[in-house]
T-cell receptor
Framework: KQEVTQIPAALSVPEGENLVLNCSFTDSAIYNLQWFRQDPGKGLTSLLLIQSSQREQTSGRLNASLDKSSGRSTLYIAASQPGDSATYLCAVKNFGNEKLTFGTGTRLTIIP | DTGVSQDPRHKITKRGQNVTFRCDPISEHNRLYWYRQTLGQGPEFLTYFQNEAQLEKSRLLSDRFSAERPKGSFSTLEIQRTEQGDSAMYLC????????????FGPGTRLTVL
């Protein structure tokens, strides 16, 4: 059974700093991994999707990496802004399985 | 707006009542998913449709829950005899057969059972 863990559960950093969010998973037979953003009381916004054959994906100030062998992914946010404050969730899709398995998220607060 | 839409956005009901939620996927997306998210947790998979066929159901989906996608377009999720433990955000997602399996989520329906 796939299990996804995100540590820390909450993180506060001053505006302008670069930061890294962590995601780990127990079953390395993944098809892909997605990073999402969720604002309070809202749905999920897809940020980046990494296929199992890829090492990283970039979109603007965001960079996600994937290391299947160690069961880890990181989301790097450059030059953080107050608007980046949200909960960040990672989710994995395993081969032969349609569902996404989510972590519990990291609640990020950027301090102006 | 061409994203996934859900209706209603909020629902307050009394214990024992039945509720129904609707999800309209992105046009041409043949795969549709329902997830449930409780406070402080990540979403948990409930069920999945490919066109009108319900192909997978989680053990979380008790007998009080039923989902349909009659014409392979919109979907409904019904909860019968609601319980306080059903209070959660119900999220719908959709994707095409390609698109690297990327799922796109709607805004969710927040259910509160009193």
């Amino acid at each position: 059974k796939q299990e996804v863990t995100q540590i820390p559960a909450a993180l506060s950093v001053p505006e302008g700093e670069n930061l890294v969010l962590n995601c780990s998973f127990t079953d390395s037979a993944i098809y892909n991994l997605q990073w999402f953003r969720q604002d309070p009381g809202k749905g999920l916004t897809s940020l980046l999707l990494i296929q199992s054959s890829q090492r990283e994906q970039t979109s603007g100030r965001l960079n996600a990496s994937l290391d299947k062998s160690s069961g880890r992914s990181t989301l790097y946010i450059a030059a953080s802004q107050p608007g980046d404050s949200a909960t960040y969730l990672c989710a994995v899709k395993n081969f032969g399985n349609e569902k996404l398995t989510f972590g519990t998220g990291t609640r990020l607060t950027i301090i102006p | 707006d061409t994203g996934v839409s859900q209706d209603p956005r909020h629902k307050i009901t009394k214990r024992g009542q039945n509720v129904t939620f609707r999800c309209d996927p992105i046009s041409e997306h043949n795969r549709l998913y329902w997830y449930r998210q409780t406070l402080g947790q990540g979403p948990e998979f409930l069920t999945y449709f490919q066109n009108e066929a319900q192909l997978e159901k989680s053990r979380l989906l008790s007998d009080r829950f039923s989902a349909e996608r009659p014409k392979g377009s919109f979907s409904t999720l019904e909860i019968q005899r609601t319980e306080q433990g059903d209070s959660a955000m119900y999220l719908c997602a959709s994707r095409t057969s390609g698109s690297y399996n990327e799922q796109f989520f709607g805004p969710g329906t927040r259910l509160t059972v009193l």
